[in-house]
């Protein structure tokens, strides 16, 4: 069953601003027919709003959390929900946020008026937001539709054989795409986040005008729906429009239900990033299983997803006291991810170095919620591994509990 697309929280006249037609759920122009400009013409450098503005992939990566009480607040405690939500949650979804807009603006300057200038833009700001949204994965909680956004923005393409197909015809100009938000909402998860993206107009294959048109229609509502999908969870949380325990208004054992969401979603992304770590491995090349086909981008992906993980590993150290068992679990996984995240862009024999310690990594986090006195039970694994899922058929619902 499709997950349905999260709905805009902004202003008609901003999004009518921005998408054009898109926003109005009206077809999106093609392009224009006439030639491309040439490719020495270069496009403006375009603004990204100031708050939280993307920079490069490399500098881009979110500060790891501190459990270092000097730093705190005295009149709120570091596992208070506003000091994560402050300092963690809503910086990283303003990142994501501003990537999301200079991405979106960028594909629609390329559709109307592509070049070579155009197109390494689609390309720089691409890749920021990649890294922008991977740094979110972790923090995919608080509210169901905030648990879904992963998947919204970066299930790969092959997903399933259908989502698959589709998008070679339209890569092709054999099959004529959804062009509006509301008609992207019934596709599948495969064909409407970055990955989708990623083939759409950036694969060597597929850069050549004729089918530039047909590309775009499916191209600039994807776009918004990325941009739109990271201005609802940045809003959603900045209005605390989230599960109590992660407002002022705490329930009775706030403390724990945040506690349990933090290693529910630790789970969650350290069984996904060991799948992909797994397939990456021995195939980093044009693999279709992965989220991003292209080498650099896929290394890009994972190296941002990791250090998200260590961001979180950080903030659960401020609920395990020195010492504690869960102190010390916590520090075997950090110490596999550092040493696995330094390997991801090695030789083949370091990525299968990788695989071990990114296994090793899940297999530690699996044994969090003992370390914190959980039941087991109180726990989902929804992607279980990468071993019992593997032989899973294709189906609409992909890796399903």
């Given amino acids: 069953m499709s997950l349905r697309l999260l709905p805009a929280l ?17 077809a999106v122009p093609p392009p224009p027919a006439t030639e491309a400009p040439a490719a020495e013409e270069e496009a403006p450098r375009l603004e990204v709003p100031a708050a939280g503005d993307p920079v490069a992939p490399a500098a881009n990566a979110p500060a790891l959390a501190t459990d270092d009480p000097s730093t705190a607040d005295p009149e709120r405690r570091p596992t208070d929900a506003d000091p994560i939500v402050d300092e963690i949650i809503l910086p990283a979804a303003q990142r994501f946020t501003s990537a999301a807009i200079a991405l979106q603006n960028a594909v629609i300057r390329h559709c109307m008026s592509p070049n070579r200038a155009s197109l390494e833009m689609v390309g720089t700001t691409f890749e920021a937001a990649l890294v922008a949204a991977a740094a979110t994965e972790p923090l995919a909680f608080g ?17 399933t054989a259908f989502s698959s197909s589709r998008l070679q015809g339209i890569m092709l100009a054999r099959i004529t795409p959804p062009a509006t938000l509301a008609a992207l909402a019934g596709e599948e998860l495969g064909l409407i986040g970055l990955p989708a993206l990623e083939r759409l107009l950036l694969r060597p294959p597929y850069a050549e005008q004729e089918t530039l048109a047909n590309r775009c229609r499916l191209a600039v509502p994807i776009a ?3 941009r739109t999908t990271a201005l609802v969870v940045e809003e ?24 349990r969401d933090l290693i529910q979603a630790l789970i969650d992304v350290s069984d996904r990033l060991d799948r992909d770590v797994t397939q990456f491995g021995p195939d980093p090349l044009g693999n279709e ?17 990791s250090t998200a993980l260590l961001r979180e590993t950080g903030v ?38 990788a695989v071990e310690l ?3 990594a899940q297999q530690e986090v699996a044994q969090l919620p003992a370390a914190f006195d959980f039941a087991p039970e ?12 593997a032989g899973v058929p294709d189906g609409p619902g992909g890796f399903q509990p």
């Fill in 10 to 26: 902004v202003p008609v006249v901003l999004l009518a601003a921005m998408l054009g037609s898109v926003a109005q759920d009206a």
């Fill in 143 to 159: 509210a169901e539709e905030n648990r879904n956004v992963p998947e919204l923005i970066t299930t790969e393409v092959a997903n």
């Fill in 224 to 226: 918004a729906n990325v």
């Fill in 236 to 259: 959603r949380w900045r209005r605390r429009a989230v599960d109590p325990q992660w407002t002022p208004d705490e329930p009775e054992l706030a403390d724990r239900l945040r506690l």
């Fill in 289 to 305: 299983r992965l989220p991003f086909a292209d080498k650099r981008r896929m290394e890009m992906y994972l190296a941002s997803v």
């Fill in 316 to 353: 659960l150290r401020r609920f395990a006291p020195e010492g504690s068992p869960a102190r010390d679990a916590l520090a075997r996984v950090t110490a596999a991810l550092e040493q696995g995240r330094e390997l991801l862009d090695g030789s083949d024999a370091e990525r299968a170095s």
């Fill in 358 to 360: 990114f296994d090793r």
């Fill in 378 to 389: 109180a726990f989902q694994r929804p992607l279980a591994s990468f071993e019992a899922t």
